[in-house]
């Protein structure tokens, strides 16, 4: 209970890292692509409205991805392309034009327009960069329009916000004062709190990316330390260190261990005395433990298989594993960009088998095999697993719900436990 | 390039899963980027499927753009076959596959697998689910029977045998109708040959030119098979969709003539334009009969979904229900014609489009007391205050009940009355707020106790905030309330608007005696009808003048 975790003594205890078994896969990926990540972002961004520009498919996506229809007017939607449009580029542009103008006259509280690429339009070449351009031109300083993809033939589910975010570096202010940014979008419940905790600690500024308007943006320079939230972001965290921030290492913010850890980076980053930090932190970390206890007895022991989603089953693994005590068949990620796992993977523990990318027949066959307890996986494989037998969580919930931080770790080992409570309560 | 928010119908190549998802022994390939597998969670999730939908996605990449996607869909056609071993396949592209030209369903035809290999052409820029659906429902059947020739009447049989086309997976209670159709058939002395393509296999469909005709029960997807049956094999089918009292009635009389048998087994019990419990197999008719159905008399109903299900709601709300149709409108562009006749029929202009703002701005000037529509519908409705029932797809997750609950045939109109009155006030209870609306229990911000309590009555909405009034006005407020009723759904728009004629006191006091669910319609009307007669400020005079008027 007396571990102080800072991100030194957790690495220590990992001893050094063990060369990493790699399993990657080509075949059918059941994941989404990065048009989905609008669903989350559009809730953050309060003032963009992001216009997808490909297909009924891309629409049908987002709004049975998103679930629920409950926005009248959402702040997304899609242009659609028909025929007439595949037929001439330069009709093509002249109908996105229309569209946008019609968009902005409706919806005058926007100040964001993203145009967001899609298969269809990355396939035509429709060059939405240049429509971004031609369009700010038109709209400044009422909207500035950006671009970015999220296709699928780019782009995996969390890619989408990367690249949103990637397409607001070169328009952040420039700012040599020396400050912390936080990279990765956050829901507003975990941002307040960390931004409380930042306070306690006496780091500051801290600006996060993305903010809550897109029209609000956090400065960036040579003494900016980036603190990354969600490890989704490689491409905009490149164009910042590009614009000559630096990374500060940590594990992600994920459980009491990983929260703990993520603070701790900012405070060696930030020279804080290490009394001060433990007054802020330990207590934290001390409660959140308390809230982990009761989920520990159903999740310690139990044998978890991840299907790759999110990009976040990295840090979701290693928490399960060092805080819950569930022992990892086997973790997959769409993709595996050791930049932005660097903390991460140490922590993992020795011979477990990461897979990278995914043949989704192939992977089924050895879930089957290894019969897991605990399955994550997409919501297009949920039910059918539970009708084979396995418990499972699906895994868009750890994208849609708040799972960051010290308050959140207890609502993310619950999320798991779930499932494993209601099958020994279930007589039916 | 057209802008969407929400769209009515999916992609075309849902549909085709739709029919691969139905049917037990084939599988479907899908050439199509990462992504696209989203669609396997409206079956597993919508519709709680307990296994994968059957569909194999190719899960091209950018990278392979270069002319590697074409090998890539061949191997995954032959991964497929090995490891489903179905008895047809069917090969597809969604959108961006079909711009890159790499004819997945003709390279398959190569690979010399030992079943049937479909390939589809479901031009994704042009065309939406429902066609994709009736497009390969189409393709499959034409394929499985092609090396058939037309074969002779059958011979005579004891029973005559019949096809049910059209039921899907995805598809509106199509589970449940299916049941209740084969019931009616039964009671006819009629056999089914084969249901498909839900819960079909291949064999069922080799079988298909067996039975005497077809009933085409979903039009949206079986019309084209229903229609390339009878040319080619002499096949008739049914027009009537059997989806509430009298046109199940009709669907008997029609089904029992193309059969050759008496429909009096069944319609020799079935008494139309009679008061009584015993007047039907279905409950339908006498509840909507009794008493206390009369407050449903002439309440104002928007009807959009699918053109066979928009079609069937148009003629129970007014055939059994008693309402007044005050909108009537289609996603189902392929079938508008119809539509826009019964629409013409009821005095009105049909809706056809798949534009949500559109359809939600036509609610909004219609005024209903009921929206029947999809799940778009339901959020319209509920963020306009107005009660509301699902009566087509797209649908919710909560549209899929666990219990029995058709639409078709006699208990299918069963479920459609409960359905449609559930959301409405019980009658009894619009007396009792009238009685006792001042009471501190129930005054007019109460909502129904029966009702969520975010749903209220339309007029609520626009109503100011309610000072208590001293006068009960019970018996007015009774009479008011028939005749501004129909007042309130006469001419539709009444907005608000810039210019409207002011009240005096004692005009508004007396228009805060009608009953809250009526006083938006009553206001708007008389100020509608002051404004365009140019009297200022509205008396109660005015009032009584407008009541008058619209209830002629």
């Known amino acids: 209970m007396n571990e102080m975790a800072v991100p030194i003594a957790l690495q220590r205890a990992a001893g050094p890292a063990a060369p990493l078994k790699v399993l990657r896969e080509r075949g059918q990926h059941e994941v989404f692509c990065g048009l989905t990540g609008i669903v989350w972002l559009h809730r953050k961004l309060q003032d963009a409205f992001f216009l997808v520009v490909g297909s009924r498919t891309c629409a049908h996506l987002i709004q049975s991805a998103a679930g629920v229809m409950i926005f009248a007017e959402p702040r997304f939607g899609t242009a659609i392309l028909g025929e007439r449009d595949l037929a001439g580029l330069a009709d093509a542009n002249d109908e996105l034009d229309r569209i946008c103008t019609q968009l902005i006259e409706r919806r005058p509280e926007i100040k964001t327009l993203f145009l967001v690429g899609s298969c269809p339009s990355e396939v035509i070449k429709l060059d939405l960069g240049k429509a971004a351009e031609r369009l700010s031109a038109r709209f400044l300083p009422q909207v500035r329009v950006l671009s970015y993809s999220g296709s699928g033939i780019e782009t995996t589910f969390t890619q989408g916000e990367d690249n949103a975010l990637l397409s607001l570096v070169p328009i952040l202010p420039g700012s040599d004062a020396r400050q912390l940014l936080v990279v990765g979008c956050l829901p507003d419940v975990v941002e307040d709190q960390f931004r409380r905790t930042f306070d306690a600690l006496g780091i500051g500024p801290v600006h996060f990316l993305p903010g809550r308007r897109a029209a609000s943006l956090p400065p960036v320079g040579a003494n900016t330390d980036l603190l990354l939230a969600q490890s989704f972001n490689g491409a905009t965290v490149r164009a910042l260190v590009a614009r000559g ?71 979701i693994a290693r928490f399960l594993h060092r805080e819950l005590g569930m022992e990892l068949v086997e973790v997959g990620t769409p993709y595996l960009d050791r930049m932005m796992v660097e903390a991460e993977l140490p922590l993992l523990p020795e011979g477990v088998t990461l897979s990278e990318g995914q043949d989704v027949e192939r992977q089924l066959d050895r879930l089957r095999a290894a019969r897991p307890d605990l399955t994550i996986c997409g919501l297009g494989l949920a039910n059918p697993l539970e009708a084979d037998g396995f418990a499972t969580k699906w895994s868009i919930e750890l994208v849609f719900t708040p799972i960051h931080g010290y308050e959140q770790a207890a609502d993310l080992a619950d999320v798991c436990a779930r499932p494993l409570r209601r099958r020994a309560q279930l007589t039916v | 390039m057209q802008l969407t928010i929400w769209t009515y119908e999916g992609p075309p190549h849902v549909g085709a899963m739709r029919i691969a998802s139905s049917m037990r022994d084939v599988h479907f390939v899908l050439h199509a980027p990462q992504g696209d597998t989203y669609a396997d969670l409206l079956f597993t999730m919508i519709e709680r ?65 030992p079943v049937p290999v479909v390939g589809l052409e479901l031009n994704s820029f042009s065309k939406k689910e429902n066609w994709g659906a009736s497009e390969t429902l189409y393709q499959m059947v034409r394929s499985v029977l092609s090396d058939r020739a037309c074969v002779p009447a059958p011979a005579a049989r004891k029973t005559p045998l019949v096809n049910i086309l059209g039921p899907t997976a995805l598809g509106f209670r199509c589970r449940d109708d299916i049941v209740e159709v084969d019931r009616l058939l039964e009671q006819l002395g009629i056999e089914v040959n084969a249901v498909v393509p839900l819960g079909a296999s291949i064999d069922d469909l080799r079988r298909l030119p067996d039975a005497s005709f077809n009933i085409d029960l979903y039009p949206e997807v079986s019309r084209p098979t229903a229609q390339w049956l009878q040319r080619s094999f002499g096949m008739p089918f049914t027009q009537t969709v059997p989806i509430g009292m009298n046109a199940t009635r009709d669907f008997i009389a029609e089904v029992a003539a193309l059969a050759g048998v008496d429909p009096r087994p069944v319609l020799g019990d079935e008494h139309p334009g009679q008061a009584r419990l015993s007047s039907s197999q279905s409950r339908a008719p006498w509840y909507a009969r009794s008493v206390d159905s009369t407050y449903l008399t002439g309440k104002s109903v928007f009807i ?3 053109a066979t299900h928009a079609l069937a709601a148009a003629r129970i709300a007014t055939e059994t229900m008693g309402f007044e149709v005050v909108g009537l409108g289609t996603y189902s562009r392929e079938r508008a014609r119809d539509v826009r006749e019964a629409a013409t029929a009821l005095g009105l202009t049909a809706l056809v489009s798949d534009d949500y703002l559109e359809v939600e701005q036509a609610v909004a000037a219609a005024q209903p007391e009921l929206v029947l529509g999809t799940q778009m519908e339901r959020h319209i409705a509920k963020r306009m205050g107005i009660p509301c029932a699902v009566i087509s797809t797209p649908m919710h997750v909560q549209d899929v009940p666990a219990r029995y609950s058709p639409v078709m045939g006699f208990e299918g109109a069963n479920v459609l009355f409960d359905s449609w009155v559930q959301p409405l006030m019980m009658g009894l209870e619009e007396h009792l707020l009238q009685m006792f609306r001042d009471d501190f229990e129930f005054h007019d911000a109460a909502p129904a106790s029966h009702l969520p309590a975010t749903g209220r009555p339309a007029a609520r909405a626009q109503t100011p905030a309610e000072p208590a009034t001293a006068a009960p006005a019970a018996a007015f407020a009774t009479a008011a309330n028939d005749t501004l009723a129909v007042a309130a759904v006469a001419p539709a728009g009444a907005a608000l608007q810039e210019g409207t004629p002011g009240w005096t006191d004692e005009g508004e006091r007396e228009l805060r005696k009608i009953p809250f669910f009526v006083r938006g319609k009553a206001r708007r009307n008389t100020e509608r009808f002051a404004a365009e007669r140019g009297v200022s400020p509205i008396t109660v005079e005015t009032l009584y003048e407008a009541k008058a008027h619209f209830g002629r």
């Open chain 1, 245 to 315: 921030a630096r990374i500060v290492p940590a594990p992600y913010p994920i459980g009491a261990e990983g929260t703990s850890a993520w603070f701790g980076a900012a405070c060696a980053a930030w020279s804080v005395p290490e009394a001060a930090r433990d007054a802020v932190l330990a207590p934290l970390a001390e409660r959140a433990r308390r809230s982990l206890a009761r989920h520990r007895e159903w999740l310690a022991g139990k044998r978890l298989f991840m299907l790759p989603d999110s990009q976040m089953e990295i840090p």
């Open chain 2, 49 to 113: 499927y307990d296994h994968r939908p059957p569909v194999s996605y190719t899960t091209f990449q950018a990278r392979d753009l270069g002319g590697e996607t074409a090998g890539l869909a061949k191997r995954a056609v032959a991964e497929a076959y090995a490891r489903f071993k179905p008895n047809l396949m069917l090969v597809g592209e969604s959108c961006t596959a079909e711009l890159l030209q790499d004819q997945p369903g003709t390279l398959s035809m190569t690979l010399g697998l």
């Open chain 2, 304 to 306: 959009f979904g699918d």
